[in-house]
């Protein structure tokens, strides 16, 4: 089977943001990227598939060129294809991310055999983005491409022999099951598997992977960043009521005042 993998450089889960003077975008003088987590068990998946069924697993990223850093990880991980749409940098909104996504998998797909081209049996995205967090890209291009679709996902089953793709969502007190045709769209939730950690040999034969670079081409759509603000910071203080035995009154009078005696 054939498996695209869409995955998204940003800013590293954790890292304090800052906004630029004039508050369009994000200050990345000290920052380190990675992919979104969600995105990291949708490149396992595919790993996983492929290992499981055969063929070959394609990661593709709209960004950046230093969005390659993403690709080759993927590539490390056993993804053995990769895609890079580069722009200049600059937030694209979801509308012409989507549409320049959609072209570049009809692209790819067109393409002879002897060129990596076919037909993508699953199109794999994250739920949402770490950074943004719209959830719109995956259904606008499973839109455009006219592809069934399902998101929050947390478990994959492939039927080679029927064609079809089963998948898995949790709801409250249970779950759903979604049968559908391929080829398909699925937006993955983090705890769908456990992402593997590159092995130094995997992470040596992903320098060796031809990364295919395509100019991004999609037409803005109607959503425009107006301003980014800064959340106002959340301080918290220790304070320390005593050491040993002369805390004791300390202590109760707090819980006194807590409500709790």
Same mark, same amino acid.
């Given at each position: 089977?054939?498996?695209?993998?869409?995955?998204?450089?940003?800013? +590293?889960?954790?890292?304090?943001?800052?906004?630029?003077?004039?508050?369009?975008?994000?200050?990345?003088?000290?920052?380190?990227?990675?992919?979104?987590?969600?995105?990291?068990? +949708?490149?396992?998946?595919?790993?996983?598939?492929? @290992?499981?069924?055969?063929?070959?697993?394609?990661?593709?990223?709209?960004?950046?060129? @230093?969005?390659?850093?993403?690709?080759?990880?993927?590539?490390?991980?056993? /993804?053995?294809?990769?895609v890079?749409?580069?722009?200049?940098?600059?937030?694209?909104?979801?509308?012409?991310?989507?549409?320049?996504?959609?072209?570049?998998? +009809?692209?790819?797909?067109?393409?002879p055999?002897?060129?990596?081209?076919?037909?993508?049996?699953? /199109?794999?995205?994250?739920?949402?983005?770490?950074?943004?967090?719209?959830?719109?890209?995956?259904?606008?291009?499973?839109?455009?491409?006219?592809?069934?679709?399902?998101?929050?996902?947390?478990?994959?089953?492939?039927d080679?022999?029927?064609?079809?793709?089963?998948?898995?969502?949790?709801?409250?007190?249970?779950?759903?099951?979604?049968?559908l045709p391929?080829p398909?769209?699925?937006?993955?939730?983090e705890?769908l598997?456990?992402?593997?950690?590159?092995?130094?040999?995997?992470?040596l034969?992903?320098?060796?992977?031809?990364?295919t670079?395509?100019?991004?081409?999609?037409?803005?759509g109607?959503?425009?960043?107006?301003?980014?603000?800064?959340?106002?910071?959340?301080?918290?203080?220790?304070?320390?009521l005593?050491i040993?035995? @002369?805390a004791?009154?300390?202590?109760?009078?707090?819980?006194?005042?807590?409500?709790?005696?």
């Amino acid at each position: 089977m054939r498996i695209l993998v869409c995955v998204k450089r940003v800013p +590293a889960p954790g890292a304090k943001i800052n906004i630029t003077a004039d508050e369009q975008s994000v200050d990345t003088a000290h920052l380190g990227f990675a992919m979104s987590p969600h995105e990291e068990c +949708a490149v396992e998946e595919a790993v996983q598939l492929i @290992e499981r069924f055969g063929g070959d697993a394609t990661v593709l990223t709209l960004g950046p060129p @230093e969005a390659e850093e993403q690709l080759r990880y993927s590539a490390s991980l056993g /993804i053995q294809h990769a895609v890079l749409l580069t722009t200049d940098g600059t937030a694209w909104d979801p509308q012409r991310t989507a549409r320049a996504i959609a072209s570049a998998v +009809a692209d790819l797909e067109a393409r002879p055999a002897d060129d990596g081209g076919g037909r993508f049996d699953l /199109i794999l995205f994250g739920n949402e983005s770490a950074d943004a967090g719209g959830f719109q890209v995956g259904v606008r291009v499973a839109h455009a491409l006219g592809r069934p679709i399902v998101n929050a996902i947390k478990g994959i089953e492939v039927d080679l022999d029927a064609g079809t793709v089963t998948a898995k969502r949790d709801i409250d007190g249970g779950f759903e099951i979604y049968s559908l045709p391929v080829p398909a769209v699925l937006g993955v939730k983090e705890g769908l598997n456990l992402p593997r950690y590159p092995t130094m040999k995997g992470r040596l034969a992903s320098k060796k992977v031809p990364v295919t670079v395509l100019e991004a081409d999609g037409a803005a759509g109607g959503q425009r960043l107006l301003r980014l603000l800064q959340p106002a910071q959340q301080e918290s203080t220790t304070v320390t009521l005593g050491i040993g035995p @002369e805390a004791a009154a300390a202590v109760v009078d707090l819980l006194d005042e807590l409500g709790v005696l």
